[in-house]
């Protein structure tokens, strides 16, 4: 159920934003606004990545303080602390600079692409995938297009653009374990 004013129901996103409210990824901004077209900030998408890590029961108990080794570290925000340190004691969300992590500054689409790639590297590594040859990578395309690989080859297609009649701005991956969908 769409709880947000601001998210038509009619929109690309619209089932995306319920479905990440209703599994506690997302909570918007309070007063029924979630800011569909609001660029996002990297405390932001730390919080994100770190509660889609609940939901899939991965082990987010790493964590560390060097997060409070920047010199920006009193700018996070207190509802995303503690998403930074894990965020950044594992090693997907990084200093901007040697010094800075800069956690309300947007993301950009390099860093967001790094971010992303980072936490799908660390799930396929995360002890919650405990048969790997029952979990396998699809590109869901149809022949010639189609590729499935066990999770130790995953990597050569989570970043590999597939050329698809759909065109190429459409995700071509998706998991699966035990015919069930990650």
Partial sequence: RNTYADVAADTWYTDAVIWASENG???????????????ITREQMAVMLYRYAEY?????????MSVKEY??????????????A???????????????????????????ATILMRFLESAAANKSITDAKSVKF???LSPPYSRQASIKRADRWANRAVPSPQG?????????????KM
């Fill in 168 to 180: 190429m701005g459409r995700p071509f991956l998706s998991v699966t374990q035990g015919g069930q």
């Fill in 86 to 112: 894990w965020a950044n004691a594992e090693g997907l969300i990084t200093g901007r600079t040697a010094s800075t992590i800069v956690p309300s500054g947007t993301a950009t689409r390099a860093e967001a």
């Fill in 25 to 39: 990824i997302v909570t918007g901004y309070g007063e029924g606004k979630f800011g569909p077209t609001d660029n």
């Fill in 56 to 64: 899939k029961k991965y082990d987010t108990t790493v964590a560390g």
């Fill in 71 to 84: 010199a920006d570290y009193e700018a996070i925000s207190e509802w995303a602390l503690k998403a930074m």
């Fill in 138 to 140: 699809s590109t869901g």
